[in-house]
């Protein structure tokens, strides 16, 4: 059963009686038949036993039920010795290599857009014909969420979102390499990290920067472009804004870039980074980890599992490096070890049960980019909630499966990826509430869950194992009643295991031709697209959407080759 508290939705198969399976192996008369059996039972050195009753509920005469399958190839089509196959995936509109040129040229554009968003000191945002959205004296390392002032008005800096984009930065390097020097990155990264330490001493609405009040005003959500405080009143706080802060430090610490020139910021190294901004963060969350806050999408206070599970990522990447400081930083003797009680608690609630807000499903995308942003690319960190997770994975197909059905605009996105938008119950339309949209960042983030799982299979080598827990969302891709049965396993490397590698990737690249379908033609991005129109609406130029998109397309590079070449087998 899925576990619904985390977004996806319950189900429980109804199966019909279970007919014990004989020791032996049942042949069709056929001799063909029994030749292509043995043949297989051969290859696999094992023998598939297949049950064929008369009645199940995928209904019809090739409807099967039994405990194990291994499948070693699929076939055209569903039949009684063979009942699985291949979903078809509509392929983009650009041939293969076409679309492959197209996400290349978006990441690009997309790396370009989000530049123009981080004020820096050399330029970085005038790089195209829309000119800074800075004015003059406004400090360095501002990232702003959008450049759109009115309907609706986005132009502050918000911690959460900085702190995503500036980490995307770090994650893709084959996507900005070729427009980002190393110098010019650490730059625009020092430059950030010494804005922050700015932001986070303001007090303000959520608290104080101070031992006595919990550091409390470090969750501060958002602030204006000027550097000061944002007085408005607004859902506070935020607790995942310091986490996600922590966790950009300290994978910008990781790096070992050596660091020179360092006469205009607050720090002179990564100890004292560590001491002004990390420890900081840090100390909020050991002391309000367990406080209720607004979500990531500012509607409702309680204890969320984006936050916790951020957090918990956070406290994961500092306990190694404080571990190996030398002294203490800060002279703290008591941090390290209350670290470690609070990641013992963190992990203790998000692998516990969970209540969704009331009058929601549960089903929410910030489930699977929780899982993203805890796992990236060649981390050692142990974090729970991998894309391979059953409940990830559940939660996506519940995802596809309610959008499909209440956004109009996907009855053209058929045989493939879709729409996605927050979450079903949405009712905010990008500038007020009437009905809710997809939105880029969520319809991009699935289609790079499905890059990460092809690239999680293809660096394990592990077979793919499909179970009663996560057969519907392997049905997205394969075809025939994987839920009559227990185990389905395609052996690692066989054709079946290829080519359902190779239609993941297809299945991917389905959702980010929704995203090319509905952005613009410079490939410029909203939060929105209308789910009538398929128009982008909301906040122009949104900073989140064009990072979601950079780290996907980075994923994308990653397994593109190896992917290409079982496609040609």
Not at 229 to 248: E, H, I, K, S, Y
Not at 445 to 464: P, Q
Not at 499 to 507: E, V
Request: hydrophobic share 35%; net charge negative.
């Amino acid at each position: 059963m899925v576990d619904h508290l985390i977004g996806a939705r319950t189900r429980r198969v109804v199966r019909p009686h279970r007919i014990r399976l004989p020791d032996t192996l049942e042949l069709p008369p056929s001799p063909i038949g029994f030749l292509v059996i043995i043949a297989q039972a051969l290859m696999l050195s094992v023998l598939v036993k297949i049950v064929l009753p008369k009645h199940s509920e995928c209904g019809g005469a090739n409807s099967f039920t039994s405990a194990n399958i291994t499948v070693a190839d699929f076939y055209p089509g569903v039949s009684e010795q063979y009942p699985l196959t291949l979903r078809h995936i509509n392929a983009p509109a650009p041939s293969p290599d076409k679309f492959s040129i197209w996400v290349s040229e978006e990441a690009s554009a997309s790396l370009r857009y989000m530049l123009r968003n981080i004020h820096t000191s050399f330029g970085n945002n005038k790089n195209d014909d829309s000119g800074s959205p800075f004015a003059p004296g406004t400090p360095y390392g501002v990232v702003i969420a959008s450049p759109s002032t009115v309907s609706p008005d986005y132009y502050y800096q918000w911690a959460r979102d900085g702190a995503i984009v500036i980490n995307s930065l770090l994650c893709a390097p084959s996507v900005t390499s070729g427009t980002v020097s190393n110098k010019d990155l650490t730059q625009i990264m020092l430059q950030y990290l010494n804005n922050s330490v700015t932001l986070q001493r303001l007090d303000n609405r959520s608290g104080k920067f101070s031992s006595d009040d919990g550091y409390r005003g470090v969750a501060e959500p958002k602030y204006n472009v000027d550097g000061t405080v944002f007085n408005g009143n607004w859902g506070r706080p935020q607790n995942d804004g310091p986490a996600l802060r922590a966790a950009a430090a300290l994978n910008f610490i990781s790096r070992g870039v050596e660091l020179t020139d360092m006469h205009s910021y607050v720090f002179c190294n990564t100890t004292e980074i560590l001491e002004t901004l990390v420890y900081y963060d840090l100390k909020f969350i050991v002391e309000n980890y367990s406080n209720e806050c607004f979500d990531l999408w500012e509607e409702y206070s309680a204890r969320h599992f984006f936050t916790a599970q951020m957090q918990l990522y956070a406290l994961q990447l500092a306990i190694p490096v404080w571990r190996a400081q030398r002294f203490p930083p800060n002279n703290d003797t008591d941090l390290l070890q209350k670290m470690i009680t609070t990641r013992d608690a963190l992990l203790e609630f998000v692998l516990g049960p969970q209540t969704p807000c009331k009058g929601r499903s549960g089903l929410d995308i910030a489930t699977v980019l929780a899982s993203i942003l805890s796992h990236p690319h060649d981390s050692n960190v142990s974090m729970p909630f991998d894309i391979d997770d059953t409940r990830i994975l559940g939660t996506l197909h519940g995802l596809i499966a309610e959008m499909k059905e209440i956004y109009p605009l996907n009855n053209q996105h058929v045989n493939g990826g879709v729409a996605i938008g927050r979450y079903p119950e949405d009712i905010y339309d990008g500038v007020g509430t009437s009905e809710g949209n997809p939105w880029f960042i969520s319809t991009i983030a699935a289609g790079n869950l499905m890059y990460k799982l092809v690239e999680k299979y293809m660096t394990s080598k592990n077979d793919i194992v499909i179970q009663t827990s996560n057969s519907p969302f392997w049905g997205l891709v394969i075809g025939g009643c994987l839920e009559q049965f227990d185990e389905v396993r395609l052996p690692y490397n066989s054709l079946s295991y290829n080519a359902t590698i190779a239609n993941l990737f297809n299945y991917g690249d389905s959702f980010l031709e929704v995203v090319r379908i509905h952005m613009d033609g410079k490939g410029s991005m909203s939060e929105q697209f209308n789910k009538y129109s398929g128009y982008m609406v909301g906040a122009r130029d949104l900073t989140w959407s064009y990072s979601t998109f950079i780290e996907t397309a980075e994923t994308r590079n990653r397994i593109e080759k190896n992917v290409s070449l079982i496609q040609a087998q």
